[in-house]
């Protein structure tokens, strides 16, 4: 490097130019940060950069204390004092990154590149590029990350790779845009004249950049803002709706307790307290029920006397009317008694708000709610309110009429809290600040918030009534900050990236006509672009191409692996016991690869939208009890324990899928205990009935090795495992979640997973079921005698498939004769008489479709059935198959119940034609 000052003064100035600069414009920066401190492009990186290329380690003590200052006044304002040491290491390891990066990228330059403006070689601008400007910049978002998101609560864990990200290409924008920019005015001001060229085109290309990666960075946030806004518009509407229909259902919650207490006009306290438990344990969010018993004024001293004979005169009657001729309500009877005892005996007419609900006359067709009040058996005092549902007096008729004389009233104490928690939980309610209002009272009665510190931006705050029971409340939604960052951070990643492609290609074109000293054409740079995107997605193309071959290769070879063996090793082997087990490690093994294939042509189905869910009525604790069979023994095997909780205890009748929601469990199930070396595996079952349906929650947990939280939103792709290395190390082929995903958002369920790195994880696999009737299911009997009177042709040309077919046909003592292609198989049937005909599809000479189509020309479906035995088993074959003329189809491998079953069939059918 020969870059020398023009005086030793310059030399001076300039490195205390640069190190106030650093400070300078990080603090200028920071005034048009946008959410969470994202800045689009971080300019002191570039000046530690050019100093550290001047001066080498001698710029290390100025960029250390620039950021130290930097970071201190921006973190902790001007204050001096210091709150905890952990401030200081914090703002001591950011700077320790800024100072390492500097170093490495400047002795890059100077011992290596040399100046980007004149480098001595094409390879060496791209060099520059790449290494000086892209990669050695995660040295400083690595670890000034690390320090911010151990010490600052401003940074969550769950974010950090997202911010390393965020600071990295920040850092690598302000090199690529500033370096370049700053050695020119450098050389203008210090530097003796170095033979620089294209000022002019230097300056503006630098200042086109920075404008433009500030710019559209701030529209993109602007953008993503509007985007929130809309959600939360929509989030509001989706929030109204739950509550509605949660207060609907504590309305026919207390509905339900008058219903019943109307249908015995005499009941005793004990009969009361039965029917109330039932409700609240029904439903969580009732705090009490009570009986309110309506009297006139004038009976209070025999309703006194009565109160007197159930609690032993320690229960008084209290709260006076409010007007003379108003009757009173008072609370008889309450559940739970213990915590609501000073209720007993209250005139509910002597407060005005249940007074105007009881005169409601609305409420002889619902309840009516009183507005929200503080329970006072609660500590603190949590919100309620009161529902009121009237009982009628029973009349000598049996319908109810009109004007009936109301007895009483059902009344029911709803703890607001309870209820919208969980209303909450079926929302996105953790996105957004949320606050009920009761009528125009302007303190909340529940928020998620804290209210007192947490004011209100108008561009940010949607507000909705919500009526019901004669009360009104008001909902308050505010989109959170975090939220906003959240999605700011995330769309602003992808922005800064696709910025930072397109500056590290214009500062290479630059340098590289500066080096040229060529004016290079527009029409040069986007076929260099073009060229450049095709080879990069050729490349990954390729790359993806060979990852899915060696892993299947690899899936398909092991169980091969093991049918191929053991296969030999039976032929060397004389005891019949041996023989035995390596049969039945053969069928395992043929069993495996069938599971690959099967999943193959699931996700072949789901890509090509031909996968089909079917409904019927099945046995949800029958399918529990099979899941508890089938990985007891598995999870035995390995050393692990297995436990299967669910509140399932008797029959439960659900419709839908079973095939597809037990295999959505096999695939977690078997994934849980395949990535679990110690500890254990559970499955957790919770089934909710609700008016309409069921809705059943799965949870598979387990003690295994975890998955990173950067990984988990890409498991559900196909061919997808958390690393290379769990392949290697686990086997798979990645299609397992992949296709229960699919399979769960086919049925209407949801799919998701929470998990730790070394602690485990859990899968939450959750479905609606509409309710199922209870049928019997029994398994096929073969009348063996009858199916033995078959004469059969089969059409097979693999000789492996013929023994098969050879043996499964012996085993049923059926007369067959075999051909080993379609022309043969017309040959055949021409000759004799045949009750079915077993035809291959795919064979040499004339496959099984010709063959068929051929015989359909003489012989119809009736006189001469036709069964399809193949292994194309898509939808669209088995369509074609029966389109061709044949009669049914029979998948390949062949199951000997299914061929008994389709034999069996064809017999009766051939029996009654006989008799015919």
């Not at 015995?264 to 309110?292: C, N, T």
């Not at 999605?487 to 590290?504: D, F």
């Not at 809705?695 to 090795?705: A, L, M, N, P, Y």
């Amino acid at each position: 490097m020969h870059i020398q000052f023009r005086s030793s003064l310059h030399h001076a100035l300039a490195y205390i130019g640069l190190a106030l600069s650093y400070f300078g414009f990080g603090k200028l920066f920071t005034l048009i940060a946008f959410e969470d401190q994202v800045l689009p492009i971080w300019l002191p990186a570039g000046i530690a950069l050019v100093g550290c290329f001047l001066w080498g380690w001698r710029f290390a003590p100025a960029i250390f204390f620039a950021s130290v200052l930097f970071n201190w006044t921006t973190y902790f304002g001007l204050q001096t004092h210091i709150n905890h040491y952990s401030d200081i290491v914090q703002v001591t390891v950011v700077a320790s990154g800024a100072v390492i990066q500097g170093l490495l990228g400047g002795y890059l330059m100077r011992l290596w590149l040399g100046d980007p403006l004149l480098m001595r070689s094409r390879k060496n601008i791209a060099y520059y590029v790449l290494l000086v400007g892209i990669l050695a910049n995660v040295t400083s978002a690595n670890i000034g990350m690390l320090a911010l998101s151990l010490f600052n609560p401003q940074y969550a864990f769950s974010q950090h790779w997202q911010n390393v990200i965020a600071w990295w290409l920040g850092d690598s924008l302000g090199i690529l845009i500033f370096t370049p920019l700053l050695l020119m005015l450098l050389n203008i001001t210090v530097f003796k004249p170095r033979g620089y060229q294209h000022k002019r085109i230097m300056l503006a290309t630098c200042s086109i950049l920075f404008l433009s990666v500030t710019a559209t960075t701030y529209l993109s946030n602007q953008a993503n803002l509007k985007a929130a806004q809309r959600e939360a518009q929509r989030e509001v509407d989706i929030i109204e709706n739950v509550v509605l229909r949660h207060v609907n259902l504590s309305m026919l919650a207390v509905q339900g307790v008058a219903a019943k207490l109307q249908s015995q006009p005499q009941f005793s306290q004990d009969k009361f307290m039965q029917i109330a438990q039932q409700q609240r344990e029904r439903y969580p969010f009732l705090f009490a029920v009570s009986w309110g018993q309506r009297i006139a004024q004038s009976d209070a001293y025999t309703l006194q006397a009565e109160l007197d004979a159930l609690y032993r005169k320690e229960v008084l009657l209290h709260g006076p009317p409010l007007n003379s001729n108003d009757p009173m309500v008072v609370v008889k009877y309450v559940s739970p008694q213990a915590e609501n005892f000073a209720s007993l005996g209250f005139n509910i007419y002597s407060r005005a708000n249940r007074k105007a609900a009881l005169e409601d006359p609305e409420i002889i067709l619902q309840p009516r709610a009183t507005n929200v009040v503080k329970l006072v058996q609660t500590q603190p005092a949590k919100p309620a309110y009161v529902l009121f549902s009237p009982v009628f007096h029973q009349n000598d008729t049996t319908q109810q009429t009109l004007n009936a004389d109301i007895v009483g009233y059902a009344i029911g104490v709803v703890q607001t809290d309870v209820l919208l928690t969980s209303v909450l939980k079926m929302t996105l309610a953790n996105n957004y600040d949320l606050a009920f209002y009761d009528g125009n009272s302007e303190k909340p009665f529940f928020s998620n918030y804290d209210t007192a510190q947490k004011p209100y931006h108008a561009d940010t705050h949607y507000s909705t009534q919500i009526r019901f029971a004669g009360q009104t409340w008001r909902l308050t939604l505010a989109i959170k900050d975090s939220y906003i960052s959240h999605l700011n951070h995330q769309q602003t990643i992808w922005l800064l990236t696709l910025q930072l492609c397109i500056c590290a290609l214009i500062t290479f074109i630059v340098l590289l006509y500066n080096y040229q000293n060529i004016a290079l054409n527009h029409l040069v740079a986007e076929r260099t672009e073009s060229l450049n995107i095709a080879l990069q997605d050729a490349q990954q193309a390729n790359q993806a191409k060979s990852r899915f071959l060696a892993n299947m290769s690899h899936e398909i070879r092991t169980p091969l692996n093991a049918v191929i063996g053991f296969a030999s090793l039976t032929q060397t082997s004389h005891s019949l016991d041996v023989v035995k087990k390596y049969i039945e490690h053969i069928n395992m093994s043929a069993k495996t690869l069938l599971g690959l294939v099967n999943d193959i042509l699931d996700i072949t189905k789901i890509e090509s939208n031909k996968l089909h869910i079917e409904q019927y009525d099945f046995d949800l604790q029958k399918l529990l009890a099979h899941m508890d069979n089938l990985f007891s023994s598995s999870a035995k095997e390995k050393g692990l324990s297995w436990r299967l909780y669910s509140n399932v205890d008797h029959a439960v009748w659900l419709k839908g899928d079973e095939l597809r929601i037990e295999q959505v469990l096999i695939n977690l199930c078997s994934n849980a205990i395949k990535f679990t070396q110690h500890g254990q595996v559970s499955l957790h079952c919770e089934v909710i009935e609700s008016d309409a349906d069921y809705r059943v929650q799965f949870s598979v947990s387990d003690t295994g090795i975890g998955i990173q939280a950067a990984k988990i939103e890409h498991i559900f792709s196909p061919f997808v495992q958390a690393d290379d290395s769990t392949s290697r190390r686990f086997g798979g082929t990645g299609l397992g979640l992949a296709i229960s995903k699919e399979l769960s958002d086919r049925m209407g369920g949801s799919l998701h997973v929470e998990s730790q790195i070394d602690v485990g994880s859990h899968f939450h696999f959750a479905i609606r079921c509409p309710f199922g009737e209870a049928t019997s299911v029994s398994r096929p009997q073969f009348d063996e005698s009858q199916i033995a009177k078959l004469h059969v042709l089969v059409a097979e040309d693999n000789p492996v498939n013929q023994i098969v077919i050879r043996s499964m046909l012996d085993s049923f003592g059926v007369k067959y004769e075999l051909v080993a292609n379609g022309q043969q198989a017309i040959a055949t049937v021409q000759q004799g008489k045949f009750d079915l005909v077993l035809m291959d599809c795919q064979m040499p000479i004339l496959d099984g479709y010709q063959a068929t189509s051929t015989l359909r020309q003489q012989y119809d479906q009736k006189a001469l059935p036709i069964v399809a035995l193949t292994a194309d088993v898509m939808p669209e074959d088995k369509a074609y198959a029966l389109a061709i003329g044949f009669n049914s189809h029979l998948a390949k491998p062949l199951d000997r119940d299914k061929l008994g079953a389709c034999l069996a069939h064809y017999a009766q059918i051939c029996s009654k034609n006989s008799s015919a």
